[in-house]
């Protein structure tokens, strides 16, 4: 034991023995599908730097890692890195000052202008243009820069990963299970392509699927828009936020139940500025109270258009183009000089200032009524984007998630009750999201950095692509990168000529790669034995807010591939929000990063805090007063110096736990005490309950420190009978020896280095304590509470008296109703002896109270 025990330095000593000792390998050859507990570890995108929800919610993960270790379970816990996708491309743009330009030749010598991201090149003006090749070689340069530091973080918090399953999903073997697992869903007829209404971001020139949508509070305007029946009966009024989408127009629609146009549905007006004939059509969707009751019909402005299109049967007239300006030819239909030198003075302009040439348009010929009235409404963006998304008609691939298929959706609602949710009110997250979709899962993604999708087109004598007869790789050739690899029956003269082929040069999102996490860390097919010990998992373990998306693409894929759960337990952390009760993200600007944290306060210190929440609870966070983080520090010094002093005292030899052995009364309440401890942190850890059982062995550790260490300290060191000595050096070591391993996977650091002093092996890799270790023991009587209440009294009258703890106390009465009374007797020789009370006397009463008591060399 060292002179001092300290926190400082721990980390750095215990990191290093685990991984030389192997302490938390998974060792397959020990191993049946009985007695592994697999973890579905969430890979962290490894872009940037990590935030305090990552130890947030790892820690969690790890505390139920630690506890299914020591019950005796072969514990599978990886770590992967989400390395592709937009996070890890916008990172690379700005800490190299390049973006992508696919039309450039690739530089095999090319050094990027600049590193380290100072902002100079977050705008696209000031980026040099590169070669994907090029791009995609920074963004796996960087990426394994970010993971290694990212992988110190985590091994100072003391997270205990096997560090040998580890995957990147951007690798090889993840490119070659993620093309896999797409092929077979082509096969089965589960994978498409197809044209069609597309959510997009114009920033980023990409389709986003509906799972990655953000609604946010925006200012509108409705505008006042006059169309004309083709009858020439009186003009019919409507009132919409986009104006500018009128060459876009392809109907108007009100309810079938609105008495107001009853006479309109089925004929036709005529729209203003263009002159274009468009039909009045009856649709449930139309809201009698919204606006003028009729809406305009555009393809397209939002998604309730992409349903009256799709539903009503209605032509496409897409105006805008992937940039988010008009496109320069006008659709067909608008014939008038008047409306195409309208549209002409709308060709290549922005959304925005579209609407004002459209507004001073309308103005100016009369069709625009009144000012516009300002509104606020809601508006759809993409998660990781700061301009609205538009609507855009492009050729997609898509799997099918129930959207449109009712079994398929039934089917996934059944997984989900198959799943054990923690905390179980998460659940309706998951259910509601089912119900809710809309339409298929959108996963091809107009990016460079991901897995790409792997299928070529062949071209036609004019050198078009034929979609509908794509060209598919066997799962020998995976992976492959169709825009560098030739396809199957060509070579790469033939690649962009007539008669040849092209290549897809869209990429998997990245969710269609993190659907399979399982897969990718379970080596599916590549190691069947592995496979077969880890799945389905015991537990995924991951963060609300992505519920809809990694959770339920998990839970499709499984279902799709294999007709399984992928996991039977899902545990779901809450957020991290800062003192003003906003969750901390990178957008806002209010996070937190750990590893200055982890160095200020200690690891042990940090997980207390992270331990301290409940699963599905959000936690506040104030960095400038981290109180929670200090009583952790405070707690894990303890546990240092509490044992230290147990195990100064020189073990009794033969000592057991049969009842003459532990022969004091306030022994045996202790041990008795300890067992209840034992049984709940138990049952609320196999609960997922890692905070109540946090909480319960936390109160027990502080009442063994502050009351019974120090109520029979002196008989520990000898005052009394030998008997009594031993029973007092035995309670308090068994009682230490069993708190460490409770602690241990909360505290991995302090209980480690506490071990070591009377141990050759890890607590980790300990046995669970058990109530069976403690003998057979009465039940609790309240012992340990009513004396340490008597001693709280006794020093607390020797503080009044501005007297030392020491001096010595002439006589001393506790009065007590009389059964507590006839308790705390059988603890008398403990309290007179910490209390250093020469005459102890005991009195009735009607509470616990010390009376009557007397310091020696004083008068009272």
């Known amino acids: 034991m060292p002179e001092k025990p300290a926190l400082e330095g721990l980390e750095a000593h215990w990191g290093p023995q685990w991984e030389t000792d192997g302490t938390y390998r998974f060792d397959r050859t020990a191993s049946s599908r009985d007695n592994v507990y697999s973890i579905d570890t969430p890979p962290p995108t490894a872009s940037g730097s990590l935030h305090i929800g990552h130890v947030f919610s790892y820690t969690h993960t790890d505390v139920k890692a630690r506890y299914e270790r020591m019950r005796g379970k072969s514990v599978f816990y990886p770590m992967g890195w989400d390395d592709n996708g937009l996070p890890t491309e916008r990172r690379v743009q700005n800490f190299y000052g390049v973006r992508c330009d696919p039309s450039l030749p690739y530089d095999p010598d090319f050094a990027p202008p600049f590193e380290g991201g100072d902002n100079k090149s977050s705008k696209a003006a000031d980026q040099l243009p590169i070669s994907r090749r090029n791009f995609v070689e920074l963004c796996e340069r960087l990426t394994v820069e970010d993971e290694k530091q990212f992988e110190d973080v985590w091994r100072k918090l003391g997270l205990s990963v096997d560090w040998t399953q580890s995957y990147r999903t951007i690798g090889d073997d993840s490119q070659a299970i993620a093309q896999k697992a797409f092929l077979r869903n082509v096969a089965r007829g589960e994978a498409y392509q197809a044209q069609a209404p597309t959510l997009w971001d114009i920033t980023f020139r990409t389709a986003v699927a509906q799972a990655e949508l953000e609604d946010k509070e925006m200012p509108g305007a409705y505008h006042t828009l006059a169309f004309h029946p083709s009858d020439g009966s009186d003009d019919i009024l409507i009132k919409t936020t986009r104006p500018e989408l009128l060459p876009a127009c392809v109907a108007l629609v009100a309810h079938p139940d609105d008495e107001r146009f009853q006479g309109l549905f089925g004929t036709t007006v005529r729209t203003p500025l263009f002159d274009v004939e468009v039909p009045v059509l009856a649709h449930h969707l139309a809201q009698k109270d919204k606006g003028s009751g009729i809406a305009m019909v555009c393809t397209f402005g939002d998604t309730t258009d992409v349903v009256w299109w799709r539903e009503l049967d209605l032509p496409n007239r897409s105006v805008l183009g992937f940039d988010g300006r008009f496109v320069s030819e006008a659709p067909s239909v608008i014939t008038s000089p008047a409306g195409q030198d309208a549209y002409a003075q709308l060709a290549g302009k922005t959304v925005f200032s579209a609407k004002t040439a459209v507004v001073d348009l309308l103005k100016t010929s009369g069709e625009m009524l009144g000012e516009p009235e300002k509104i606020t409404h809601q508006v759809k963006f993409f998660e990781k984007g700061d301009k609205p998304l538009e609507i855009v008609s492009t050729r997609q691939w898509y799997i099918v998630n129930g959207a449109r298929d009712e079994e398929l959706r039934s089917t996934?609602?059944?997984?989900?009750?198959?799943?054990?949710?923690?905390?179980?009110?998460?659940?309706?997250?998951?259910?509601?999201?089912?119900?809710?979709?809309?339409?298929?899962?959108?996963?091809?993604?107009?990016?460079?950095?991901?897995?790409?999708?792997?299928?070529?087109?062949?071209?036609?004598?004019?050198?078009?692509?034929?979609?509908?007869?794509?060209?598919?790789?066997?799962?020998?050739?995976?992976?492959?990168?169709?825009?560098?690899?030739?396809?199957?029956?060509?070579?790469?003269?033939?690649?962009?000529?007539?008669?040849?082929?092209?290549?897809?040069?869209?990429?998997?999102?990245?969710?269609?790669?993190?659907s399979l996490t399982p897969q990718l860390a379970g080596k599916w097919e590549t190691d069947p034995e592995l496979f077969?010990?880890?799945?389905?998992?015991?537990?995924?373990?991951?963060?609300?807010?992505?519920?809809?998306?990694?959770?339920?693409?998990?839970?499709?894929?499984?279902?799709?591939?294999?007709?399984?759960?992928?996991?039977?337990?899902?545990?779901?952390?809450?957020?991290?929000?800062?003192?003003?009760?906003?969750?901390?993200?990178?957008?806002?600007?209010?996070?937190?990063?750990?590893?200055?944290?982890?160095?200020?306060?200690?690891?042990?210190?940090?997980?207390?805090?992270?331990?301290?929440?409940?699963?599905?609870?959000?936690?506040?966070?104030?960095?400038?007063?981290?109180?929670?983080?200090?009583?952790?520090?405070?707690?894990?010094?303890k546990v240092l110096n509490a044992a230290k002093f147990v195990y100064s005292f020189e073990a009794p030899s033969g000592h057991t736990l049969d009842e003459g052995a532990v022969s004091a009364p306030l022994d045996r309440d202790l041990l008795a005490n300890f067992a209840v401890v034992i049984e709940s942190a138990t049952a609320s850890l196999e609960g997922y309950d890692h905070a109540?059982?946090?909480?319960?062995?936390?109160?027990?550790?502080?009442?063994?420190?502050?009351?019974?260490?120090?109520?029979?300290?002196?008989?520990?060191?000898?005052?009394?009978s030998e008997a009594g000595q031993a029973s007092a050096v035995f309670t308090l070591q068994t009682t230490v020896n069993g708190l460490l391993r409770l602690l241990a996977p909360y505290l991995p650091f302090a209980t480690e280095e506490v071990w070591s002093w009377t141990h050759d092996t890890s607590v980790h890799t300990a046995p669970w304590p058990t109530v069976a270790e403690l003998g057979a023991l009465e039940a609790?009587?309240?012992?340990?509470?009513?004396?340490?209440?008597?001693?709280?009294?006794?020093?607390?009258?020797?503080?009044?008296?501005?007297?030392?703890?020491?001096?010595?106390?002439?006589?001393?009465?506790i009065q007590a109703p009389a059964d507590e009374l006839e308790s705390i007797k059988l603890a008398a020789d403990d309290l007179a002896q910490v209390g250093k009370i020469e005459t102890l006397s005991f009195a009735p009463g009607e509470e616990l109270a010390v009376v009557d008591i007397v310091l020696a060399e004083q008068d009272a």
């Open 412 to 514: 996934l609602l059944k997984r989900g009750e198959e799943v054990a949710f923690h905390p179980d009110f998460m659940r309706v997250r998951y259910e509601n999201w089912v119900k809710g979709l809309s339409g298929d899962w959108l996963i091809s993604r107009q990016r460079f950095f991901g897995v790409p999708i792997p299928v070529w087109y062949p071209l036609d004598a004019d050198g078009n692509p034929v979609f509908d007869q794509p060209i598919l790789p066997s799962e020998a050739q995976l992976p492959v990168d169709p825009s560098s690899d030739t396809a199957p029956g060509y070579d790469e003269s033939q690649r962009g000529v007539a008669g040849g082929f092209q290549g897809e040069v869209d990429v998997m999102d990245t969710w269609a790669t993190s």
């Open 532 to 637: 077969s010990l880890v799945y389905p998992y015991s537990l995924r373990p991951q963060g609300q807010d992505i519920i809809r998306t990694w959770l339920f693409s998990t839970l499709l894929r499984a279902q799709l591939e294999g007709d399984s759960v992928p996991w039977t337990n899902a545990s779901i952390s809450g957020f991290i929000v800062d003192p003003d009760r906003k969750k901390m993200s990178k957008s806002k600007g209010n996070v937190v990063t750990p590893a200055a944290m982890l160095d200020d306060h200690g690891s042990d210190a940090v997980r207390y805090w992270a331990a301290s929440s409940r699963l599905g609870t959000d936690a506040a966070f104030d960095p400038q007063n981290p109180k929670q983080i200090k009583v952790g520090r405070r707690l894990a010094i």
């Open 692 to 720: 109540k059982a946090l909480e319960t062995i936390e109160k027990f550790f502080w009442t063994f420190c502050d009351d019974y260490l120090e109520l029979v300290k002196e008989r520990a060191y000898g005052a009394g």
């Open 780 to 813: 609790p009587t309240g012992l340990v509470d009513l004396v340490g209440r008597a001693l709280i009294g006794i020093r607390r009258a020797k503080t009044d008296a501005k007297a030392s703890q020491k001096t010595p106390v002439t006589s001393a009465t």
